[in-house]
């Protein structure tokens, strides 16, 4: 039997699976016994915060990214080979 490295993840959305084990993760009466004192919410809000900065980070360097793309090609010399293209046009 093999198995392909694909069926060895779970394709469970980590979003739902953190939002959904928030409530018990409250509600546990030994929890205080088994951590810190800072308990689930903290964690939770601390991933939120985390993954809010990694969305913006990645969206403004995405703008960044287009932006250089953009000013690059508007700065790029016409050449030869464009001049005599457009003879044809």
């Known amino acids: 039997m093999s198995?392909?490295?694909e069926s060895l993840s779970t394709n469970v959305p980590i979003d739902a699976a953190v939002e959904a084990a928030l409530p018990k993760l409250e509600n546990d009466p030994s929890l205080?016994?088994?951590s810190t004192d800072r308990g689930p919410s903290f964690v939770i809000n601390k991933r939120r915060a985390a993954k809010k900065q990694t969305v913006e980070r990645?969206?403004?360097?995405n703008k960044e990214d287009?932006?250089?793309l953009?000013?690059?090609?508007e700065n790029q010399p016409i050449t030869a080979e464009h001049n005599a293209l457009q003879g044809f046009a």
């Not at 990645?58 to 360097?61: E, F, I, L, V």
């Open 70 to 73: 953009i000013t690059a090609v």
């Open 32 to 34: 205080a016994d088994r």
């Open 3 to 5: 198995f392909d490295v």
């Open 58 to 61: 990645t969206t403004n360097r």
């Open 66 to 68: 287009r932006n250089t």
